[in-house]
């Protein structure tokens, strides 16, 4: 018998539920928590469809509330919180799971509300009060941070004796027929992109301005598709676990209509993130944008085409040079059909059930704070298989990196 709490009912939340209830066997009991619990319960009603099987409830929980996460934590006594909540979060939660002896996993690192800024290193210095507390924390199980990492860990552990370069490419080449809407939560997405790109190269971090640095890729069963130098989280950890890497990017797609209206969003300044007077009432730019704006969770039904996530890969073994590139496409119709989300949902929620699993199976039980590709990457492989985000592998072909 396994319990868990999930946090956050948006569209990563409603995936993960989704999974998790088709595994009924390893998750017997769900309780799903949110800010508000309407969506909670309308996700327990659609995930009831599966039947037999998990006992579902639900919660209403602020999670910037640490006294009353722990009360959540103490009456329901699961042995993990799944957090799909928002980065914003993520420092209550793991308090609270400190507080109640709970085991934690997220798919995206903490992130202060008043600075467009995200490190690990808040995170990073729960590692001794987790491992002290003998509780397990995952952190980024999503599919960028996460499966990137898993690939990576992967390639290492099969395919190279040291990998000196890592290329991340993240395409959605998907069309939801909006003029302008963001595939997650529009805060954190704009903020994210609209930051300064960094790489890291020989020891060293490398800044760019934003979207300054990028070139046309080709993804497969797609194409070339013109694809930016971002910063992204999981570059942080993946230097530090795998120290033979010489340089390491990020890259995502994005089309020029998206680029203009990003570009009119700051330069009017709606993508500002500190308060400003409104006829009295004090608002921030960007999150009176994100209620304007298409809802993600809205977007599934006419979205067409694919994504294509994976990691380009050089490096030796056996003291011959090799390439690797491993990838999932994933079809945003396939995913609204099984989960009513769109695929950027779906390669996030899938990750994020798997990691629980294999914490929950003990194959992913680890004392300490730790990121995903720090575990055997085997197992989640095999899981990715078998959950709807299957891989595939090109041997020593072109990276055009
Ligand atoms: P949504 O905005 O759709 O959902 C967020 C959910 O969290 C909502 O249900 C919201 O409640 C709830 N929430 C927000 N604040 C609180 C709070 N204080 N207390 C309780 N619940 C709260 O976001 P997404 O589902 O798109 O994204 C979820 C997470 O996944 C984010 O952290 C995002 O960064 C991450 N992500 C990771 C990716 C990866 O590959 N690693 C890719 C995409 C996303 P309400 O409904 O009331 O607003």
């Known amino acids: 018998m396994s319990k868990v709490i999930l946090i956050g009912a948006g569209g990563v939340g409603t995936v993960v539920a989704h999974k998790m209830a088709q595994n009924a066997e390893v998750f017997t009991d769900i309780l799903i928590a949110s800010r508000t619990k309407a969506k909670c319960d309308a996700l327990a009603e659609a995930i009831g469809k599966y039947g037999k099987g998990a006992r579902i409830s ?10 009353e996460l722990v009360a959540l934590f103490r009456s329901y006594q699961p042995e993990i919180v799944v957090n799909v909540a928002l980065p914003y979060q993520d420092l209550t939660i793991m308090d609270a799971c400190l507080e109640a002896g709970v085991n934690y996993l997220d798919t995206a690192n903490y992130e202060p509300k008043d600075e467009a800024h995200f490190e690990y290193s808040w995170q990073w210095a729960y590692r001794e009060r987790f491992e002290k507390a003998g509780l397990t924390a995952i952190l980024g199980c999503g599919f960028d941070p996460g499966v990137s990492g898993i690939f990576t860990a992967y390639a290492a552990k099969h395919h ?6 890592l290329d991340i490419v993240d395409c959605n080449a998907g069309n939801h027929h909006k003029a302008f809407a963001t595939n997650f939560n529009p805060e954190i997405n704009i903020r994210e992109i609209t930051q300064k790109g960094r790489y890291y190269e020989d020891g060293k971090w490398v800044e760019t301005g934003s979207l300054e640095i990028h070139k046309p890729l080709t993804y497969p069963n797609i194409g070339p598709r013109e694809s930016y130098l971002l910063y992204h989280e999981e570059l942080e950890s993946l230097v530090v676990n795998f120290p033979t890497i010489k340089r390491a990017r ?31 009432q004090k608002i921030v730019p960007i999150q009176f944008l994100k209620a304007v704006l298409p809802n993600p969770q809205d977007l599934g039904e006419n979205y067409e085409g694919e994504t294509s996530i994976g990691c380009r890969i050089r490096g030796t073994k056996d003291g011959k040079e090799h390439t690797y590139y491993i990838y999932n496409n994933c079809s945003h119709q396939a995913a609204y059909q099984e989960t009513g989300m769109q695929a950027v949902s779906y390669t996030t929620g899938v990750p994020a059930m798997i990691g629980a699993m294999l914490f929950l199976q003990g194959i992913w039980k680890q004392p300490g704070v730790h990121n995903v590709e720090e575990f055997d990457p085997d197992p989640f492989m095999e899981q990715l298989n078998r959950q709807g985000l299957p891989w595939h592998e090109i041997k020593d072909g072109d990276l055009e990196l």
């Open 58 to 67: 639900t919660a209403q929980v602020d999670a910037d509330n640490v006294a």
């Open 160 to 165: 190279f004796d040291e990998i000196h370069y």
């Open 250 to 280: 990020f890259w995502m797609t994005f089309g020029q209509e998206y680029l203009t209206h990003l570009r009119v969003i700051q330069n009017i300044g709606m993508a500002r993130i500190d308060e400003i007077d409104y006829n009295g």
